[in-house]
Protein backbone atom coordinates (compact mmCIF):
# COMPACT_ATOMS: atom_id res chain seq x y z
CA UNK A 1 0.00 0.00 0.00
CA UNK A 2 1.37 3.28 -1.13
CA UNK A 3 1.37 6.14 1.50
CA UNK A 4 2.54 9.45 2.05
CA UNK A 5 5.57 10.14 4.27
CA UNK A 6 5.36 14.00 5.94
CA UNK A 7 8.62 15.43 7.79
CA UNK A 8 7.18 17.51 10.98
CA UNK A 9 8.70 20.06 13.02
CA UNK A 10 7.83 21.57 16.38
CA UNK A 11 5.20 18.65 17.62
CA UNK A 12 6.85 17.38 20.22
CA UNK A 13 8.10 13.79 20.01
CA UNK A 14 6.70 13.69 16.35
CA UNK A 15 9.04 13.77 13.24
CA UNK A 16 7.50 11.39 10.75
CA UNK A 17 3.61 11.89 9.72
CA UNK A 18 1.98 9.12 7.71
CA UNK A 19 -1.24 9.97 5.15
CA UNK A 20 -2.62 8.05 2.80
CA UNK A 21 -2.37 9.64 -0.54
CA UNK A 22 -4.89 11.97 -2.68
CA UNK A 23 -7.36 9.95 -4.18
CA UNK A 24 -7.99 7.04 -1.63
CA UNK A 25 -11.30 6.08 -1.80
CA UNK A 26 -11.81 5.26 2.21
CA UNK A 27 -13.67 7.72 4.27
CA UNK A 28 -13.88 7.72 8.11
CA UNK A 29 -16.16 9.13 10.91
CA UNK A 30 -15.82 9.07 14.49
CA UNK A 31 -18.60 10.08 16.92
CA UNK A 32 -18.95 9.32 21.29
CA UNK A 33 -22.12 7.40 21.86
CA UNK A 34 -22.85 5.66 25.02
CA UNK A 35 -19.63 6.71 26.49
CA UNK A 36 -17.49 4.92 23.83
CA UNK A 37 -15.85 6.55 20.88
CA UNK A 38 -16.06 5.00 17.47
CA UNK A 39 -14.45 4.88 14.49
CA UNK A 40 -16.93 5.02 11.92
CA UNK A 41 -16.28 3.20 8.08
CA UNK A 42 -17.38 0.77 5.55
CA UNK A 43 -15.80 -2.62 4.93
CA UNK A 44 -13.39 -1.05 2.62
CA UNK A 45 -12.66 1.22 5.42
CA UNK A 46 -12.37 -1.56 7.81
CA UNK A 47 -9.41 -3.05 5.69
CA UNK A 48 -7.58 0.02 5.06
CA UNK A 49 -7.51 0.40 9.15
CA UNK A 50 -6.78 -3.21 9.75
CA UNK A 51 -3.76 -2.91 6.90
CA UNK A 52 -2.41 0.86 8.74
CA UNK A 53 -2.46 -0.85 12.24
CA UNK A 54 -0.53 -4.33 11.20
CA UNK A 55 1.70 -2.31 9.43
CA UNK A 56 2.39 0.07 12.62
CA UNK A 57 2.71 -2.67 14.72
CA UNK A 58 6.53 -3.45 13.15
CA UNK A 59 7.48 0.68 14.07
CA UNK A 60 10.72 0.52 15.42
CA UNK A 61 11.39 4.15 15.24
CA UNK A 62 10.47 6.80 17.84
CA UNK A 63 8.15 9.60 16.34
CA UNK A 64 6.41 8.40 13.52
CA UNK A 65 2.20 8.37 13.37
CA UNK A 66 -0.52 7.59 11.00
CA UNK A 67 -2.85 10.71 10.81
CA UNK A 68 -6.53 10.83 8.65
CA UNK A 69 -6.79 14.07 8.55
CA UNK A 70 -10.18 16.12 6.92
CA UNK A 71 -9.22 15.14 3.35
CA UNK A 72 -10.05 11.34 4.25
CA UNK A 73 -13.02 12.12 6.87
CA UNK A 74 -16.88 12.47 6.00
CA UNK A 75 -19.61 13.32 8.49
CA UNK A 76 -21.19 11.18 11.02
CA UNK A 77 -23.44 9.02 9.15
CA UNK A 78 -26.25 9.68 11.79
CA UNK A 79 -26.90 13.01 12.50
CA UNK A 80 -23.97 14.74 10.28
CA UNK A 81 -21.82 15.90 13.09
CA UNK A 82 -18.58 17.09 12.13
CA UNK A 83 -15.55 13.81 12.86
CA UNK A 84 -12.16 14.35 14.43
CA UNK A 85 -8.98 13.45 12.56
CA UNK A 86 -8.03 10.44 13.95
CA UNK A 87 -4.25 9.55 15.04
CA UNK A 88 -3.05 6.24 15.56
CA UNK A 89 0.11 6.58 17.22
CA UNK A 90 2.40 3.53 18.18
CA UNK A 91 2.55 4.05 22.30
CA UNK A 92 5.56 1.36 22.71
CA UNK A 93 7.73 4.07 21.24
CA UNK A 94 6.58 7.02 20.86
CA UNK A 95 5.02 9.67 23.30
CA UNK A 96 1.76 11.45 21.95
CA UNK A 97 0.25 13.55 24.66
CA UNK A 98 -2.31 16.81 24.90
CA UNK A 99 0.85 18.44 24.03
CA UNK A 100 1.76 16.94 20.79
CA UNK A 101 -2.03 17.07 19.93
CA UNK A 102 -2.12 20.56 20.33
CA UNK A 103 0.46 20.62 17.97
CA UNK A 104 0.05 18.82 15.52
CA UNK A 105 -3.13 20.07 14.57
CA UNK A 106 -1.00 23.46 14.30
CA UNK A 107 1.55 22.46 12.49
CA UNK A 108 2.20 23.42 8.62
CA UNK A 109 3.96 20.00 7.04
CA UNK A 110 6.96 20.68 5.22
CA UNK A 111 8.23 20.49 1.84
CA UNK A 112 10.10 17.30 2.90
CA UNK A 113 7.57 14.53 1.85
CA UNK A 114 7.30 11.76 -0.26
CA UNK A 115 5.66 8.43 -1.36
CA UNK A 116 6.53 4.81 1.18
CA UNK A 117 5.55 1.47 0.66
CA UNK A 118 3.84 0.57 3.94
CA UNK A 119 4.24 -3.28 4.03
CA UNK A 120 1.68 -5.49 6.04
CA UNK A 121 3.56 -8.58 5.50
CA UNK A 122 1.88 -11.90 7.16
CA UNK A 123 -1.46 -10.33 7.37
CA UNK A 124 -3.09 -12.35 5.46
CA UNK A 125 -1.54 -15.75 6.79
CA UNK A 126 -2.17 -14.27 10.32
CA UNK A 127 -5.99 -14.06 9.00
CA UNK A 128 -6.49 -17.20 7.86
CA UNK A 129 -4.26 -19.13 10.86
CA UNK A 130 -5.92 -17.61 14.14
CA UNK A 131 -9.22 -17.97 14.70
CA UNK A 132 -11.41 -15.16 15.93
CA UNK A 133 -11.04 -14.15 19.68
CA UNK A 134 -13.95 -15.87 21.66
CA UNK A 135 -15.20 -13.47 24.10
CA UNK A 136 -12.64 -10.21 25.74
CA UNK A 137 -9.27 -10.76 25.84
CA UNK A 138 -7.08 -7.97 27.12
CA UNK A 139 -5.74 -5.69 24.89
CA UNK A 140 -3.95 -2.41 26.72
CA UNK A 141 -3.86 0.67 24.61
CA UNK A 142 -5.36 4.10 24.92
CA UNK A 143 -8.24 5.30 22.94
CA UNK A 144 -8.60 9.13 23.89
CA UNK A 145 -9.65 12.62 22.39
CA UNK A 146 -6.99 14.59 22.82
CA UNK A 147 -7.25 18.68 21.92
CA UNK A 148 -9.37 17.46 18.92
CA UNK A 149 -8.17 14.84 17.21
CA UNK A 150 -9.01 10.44 17.83
CA UNK A 151 -5.70 9.16 19.45
CA UNK A 152 -5.80 5.62 19.09
CA UNK A 153 -2.31 4.45 20.46
CA UNK A 154 -1.93 0.52 21.34
CA UNK A 155 0.85 -0.31 24.00
CA UNK A 156 2.29 -3.18 22.37
CA UNK A 157 2.83 -3.96 19.03
CA UNK A 158 0.93 -7.19 20.02
CA UNK A 159 -1.96 -5.20 20.39
CA UNK A 160 -1.81 -3.35 17.61
CA UNK A 161 -1.82 -6.72 15.49
CA UNK A 162 -4.90 -7.89 17.84
CA UNK A 163 -6.74 -4.21 16.89
CA UNK A 164 -5.51 -4.85 13.14
CA UNK A 165 -7.03 -8.15 13.05
CA UNK A 166 -10.53 -7.17 14.57
CA UNK A 167 -10.46 -4.44 11.80
CA UNK A 168 -9.68 -6.85 9.32
CA UNK A 169 -12.11 -9.49 10.18
CA UNK A 170 -15.46 -7.01 10.06
CA UNK A 171 -18.28 -7.87 7.64
CA UNK A 172 -20.95 -5.60 7.21
CA UNK A 173 -22.80 -8.46 5.19
CA UNK A 174 -23.09 -11.20 7.89
CA UNK A 175 -26.05 -9.52 9.89
CA UNK A 176 -29.22 -8.51 8.31
CA UNK A 177 -28.58 -4.99 9.89
CA UNK A 178 -26.06 -4.26 7.20
CA UNK A 179 -23.36 -3.14 9.98
CA UNK A 180 -20.48 -4.92 12.14
CA UNK A 181 -18.34 -3.80 14.91
CA UNK A 182 -15.27 -4.65 17.26
CA UNK A 183 -14.36 -3.27 20.51
CA UNK A 184 -11.37 -2.20 21.14
CA UNK A 185 -10.57 -2.85 24.53
CA UNK A 186 -11.94 -5.21 27.39
CA UNK A 187 -15.31 -4.86 28.93
CA UNK A 188 -14.96 -2.56 32.41
CA UNK A 189 -18.40 -1.34 32.57
CA UNK A 190 -18.30 -0.01 29.20
CA UNK A 191 -15.93 0.45 26.59
CA UNK A 192 -13.24 2.95 25.58
CA UNK A 193 -13.22 2.54 21.33
CA UNK A 194 -15.12 0.27 19.09
CA UNK A 195 -15.05 0.08 15.21
CA UNK A 196 -18.04 0.02 13.42
CA UNK A 197 -18.76 -0.60 9.62
CA UNK A 198 -21.89 0.08 7.46
CA UNK A 199 -22.30 -1.32 4.40
CA UNK A 200 -24.69 1.98 3.24
CA UNK A 201 -22.11 4.05 4.91
CA UNK A 202 -21.90 6.67 2.30
CA UNK A 203 -25.50 6.30 1.91
CA UNK A 204 -26.44 7.34 5.31
CA UNK A 205 -23.74 10.17 5.36
CA UNK A 206 -25.25 11.52 2.28
CA UNK A 207 -28.83 11.02 3.70
CA UNK A 208 -27.46 12.93 7.47
CA UNK A 209 -26.31 15.71 5.31
CA UNK A 210 -29.47 16.72 3.42
CA UNK A 211 -31.23 16.27 6.47
CA UNK A 212 -28.99 18.70 8.68
CA UNK A 213 -28.92 21.30 5.45
CA UNK A 214 -32.96 20.99 6.12
CA UNK A 215 -33.11 21.25 9.40
CA UNK A 216 -30.90 24.49 10.08
CA UNK A 217 -32.89 26.00 6.65
CA UNK A 218 -35.39 26.37 8.90
CA UNK A 219 -36.88 29.28 10.51
CA UNK A 220 -37.31 27.94 13.61
CA UNK A 221 -34.04 25.69 13.47
CA UNK A 222 -32.62 24.79 17.51
CA UNK A 223 -30.11 25.95 18.61
CA UNK A 224 -28.95 23.61 21.41
CA UNK A 225 -26.42 20.57 19.45
CA UNK A 226 -28.16 18.08 21.18
CA UNK A 227 -31.92 19.40 19.77
CA UNK A 228 -30.39 19.64 16.22
CA UNK A 229 -29.19 15.78 16.34
CA UNK A 230 -32.68 14.92 16.87
CA UNK A 231 -34.27 17.11 14.26
CA UNK A 232 -31.94 15.52 11.93
CA UNK A 233 -32.92 11.89 12.84
CA UNK A 234 -36.26 12.37 12.60
CA UNK A 235 -35.75 14.67 9.32
CA UNK A 236 -33.51 11.67 7.79
CA UNK A 237 -36.21 9.17 8.28
CA UNK A 238 -38.70 11.15 5.92
CA UNK A 239 -35.42 12.05 3.75
CA UNK A 240 -35.35 7.83 3.72
CA UNK A 241 -38.73 7.36 2.96
CA UNK A 242 -38.53 5.47 6.23
CA UNK A 243 -41.26 8.17 8.77
CA UNK A 244 -43.96 5.58 8.60
CA UNK A 245 -41.87 2.70 9.60
CA UNK A 246 -41.67 4.03 13.53
CA UNK A 247 -44.54 2.36 14.75
CA UNK A 248 -43.99 3.63 18.60
CA UNK A 249 -42.96 6.59 19.44
CA UNK A 250 -42.65 8.32 23.18
CA UNK A 251 -44.44 11.20 23.71
CA UNK A 252 -44.58 12.38 27.40
CA UNK A 253 -44.80 9.43 29.82
CA UNK A 254 -46.65 6.76 27.10
CA UNK A 255 -46.18 5.07 23.96
CA UNK A 256 -48.15 6.27 20.79
CA UNK A 257 -48.43 5.82 16.94
CA UNK A 258 -45.52 7.72 15.18
CA UNK A 259 -46.85 10.97 13.54
CA UNK A 260 -46.31 9.36 10.23
CA UNK A 261 -47.30 5.56 11.04
CA UNK A 262 -50.57 7.52 12.23
CA UNK A 263 -51.32 9.02 9.13
CA UNK A 264 -51.08 5.55 7.09
CA UNK A 265 -52.44 3.65 9.41
CA UNK A 266 -55.91 5.60 9.54
CA UNK A 267 -56.50 4.53 6.38
CA UNK A 268 -57.34 0.95 7.73
CA UNK A 269 -58.75 2.43 10.36
CA UNK A 270 -56.34 2.16 13.38
CA UNK A 271 -56.12 5.24 15.64
CA UNK A 272 -53.97 3.93 18.15
CA UNK A 273 -51.88 1.27 19.40
CA UNK A 274 -54.57 -0.76 21.24
CA UNK A 275 -56.70 -0.94 17.60
CA UNK A 276 -53.71 -2.30 16.49
CA UNK A 277 -53.05 -5.08 18.73
CA UNK A 278 -56.70 -5.90 18.08
CA UNK A 279 -56.38 -6.18 14.27
CA UNK A 280 -53.30 -7.51 14.65
CA UNK A 281 -50.06 -7.31 11.64
CA UNK A 282 -51.41 -9.44 9.33
CA UNK A 283 -55.42 -8.00 8.93
CA UNK A 284 -53.76 -4.68 9.51
CA UNK A 285 -51.56 -4.98 6.83
CA UNK A 286 -54.44 -6.35 4.78
CA UNK A 287 -55.83 -3.31 5.02
CA UNK A 288 -53.91 -1.23 4.25
CA UNK A 289 -53.22 -3.10 1.16
CA UNK A 290 -56.75 -2.63 -0.08
CA UNK A 291 -56.87 0.79 0.52
CA UNK A 292 -53.57 1.04 -1.72
CA UNK A 293 -51.56 3.38 0.41
CA UNK A 294 -48.92 4.91 -1.14
CA UNK A 295 -45.31 4.17 0.02
CA UNK A 296 -46.49 0.51 1.38
CA UNK A 297 -44.40 -2.33 1.27
CA UNK A 298 -43.34 -5.23 3.30
CA UNK A 299 -41.37 -3.15 5.27
CA UNK A 300 -44.35 -2.01 6.69
CA UNK A 301 -45.64 -5.70 7.64
CA UNK A 302 -42.54 -6.00 9.29
CA UNK A 303 -42.60 -3.24 11.33
CA UNK A 304 -46.03 -3.61 12.21
CA UNK A 305 -45.15 -7.03 13.80
CA UNK A 306 -41.54 -5.43 15.16
CA UNK A 307 -44.16 -2.92 16.80
CA UNK A 308 -46.51 -5.41 18.29
CA UNK A 309 -43.47 -8.06 19.97
CA UNK A 310 -41.11 -5.30 21.31
CA UNK A 311 -38.43 -6.14 18.50
CA UNK A 312 -37.35 -3.91 15.47
CA UNK A 313 -38.35 -4.82 12.35
CA UNK A 314 -34.82 -5.98 10.99
CA UNK A 315 -34.58 -8.34 13.60
CA UNK A 316 -37.69 -10.82 12.78
CA UNK A 317 -36.11 -13.88 11.68
CA UNK A 318 -37.01 -15.55 8.09
CA UNK A 319 -39.35 -18.56 9.78
CA UNK A 320 -41.12 -15.69 11.08
CA UNK A 321 -41.29 -13.76 7.96
CA UNK A 322 -42.15 -16.80 5.78
CA UNK A 323 -45.51 -17.22 8.27
CA UNK A 324 -46.45 -13.42 8.00
CA UNK A 325 -46.51 -14.04 4.39
CA UNK A 326 -48.77 -17.77 4.42
CA UNK A 327 -51.18 -15.85 6.75
CA UNK A 328 -51.61 -12.53 4.23
CA UNK A 329 -51.55 -14.63 1.06
CA UNK A 330 -51.31 -13.53 -2.45
CA UNK A 331 -51.59 -10.30 -3.65
CA UNK A 332 -55.11 -9.44 -4.87
CA UNK A 333 -55.55 -8.86 -9.07
CA UNK A 334 -55.24 -5.73 -9.53
CA UNK A 335 -58.19 -3.70 -10.21
CA UNK A 336 -59.73 -3.54 -14.12
CA UNK A 337 -59.69 0.25 -15.18
CA UNK A 338 -61.60 0.56 -18.80
CA UNK A 339 -59.22 1.88 -20.96
CA UNK A 340 -59.15 5.08 -22.40
CA UNK A 341 -60.49 4.78 -26.05
CA UNK A 342 -58.44 7.20 -28.73
CA UNK A 343 -61.25 9.40 -30.69
CA UNK A 344 -59.53 11.23 -33.91
CA UNK A 345 -60.70 14.56 -34.54
CA UNK A 346 -63.57 15.53 -36.50
CA UNK A 347 -63.13 17.18 -39.36
CA UNK A 348 -64.96 19.85 -41.09
CA UNK A 349 -66.05 18.37 -44.70
CA UNK A 350 -65.44 21.32 -46.96
CA UNK A 351 -67.40 21.68 -49.82
Given at each position: M????H ?8 RT ?13 T ?20 R ?7 QA ?18 D ?61 G ?131 L ?8 V ?15 L???W??E ?22 L ?19 P???
Amino acid sequence: MKLHRHAVRGVRGVRTVITPRPGTHARFSTNRFHDTWHVLSDDRGARMLARLLWGLSFQARPGTVVLLDREFLTPTPFDADPADPIVLAPGWCTRFDDQAAAQLKRVVRSDDSATVRWHTFGLEQALTATEPATGYQRVRGDISRRRGLLVLSPATPDDARRWALDAARLDSSDSGYGTDHTYLDEWDHGHDGEIQIFRRFREMTSVARQARAQVLGRADAPTDPEAVRVAVWDEAEKVRGEAHLRIREWRGAEQVLGAAAADMLARAEVRSLDDLAELGAVETYRRLRAAEAPGLTLEMLWAIEGALTGRDRRSIDQDRRRALLAELGPDPEPKSRPRRRHRAPIRPIRR
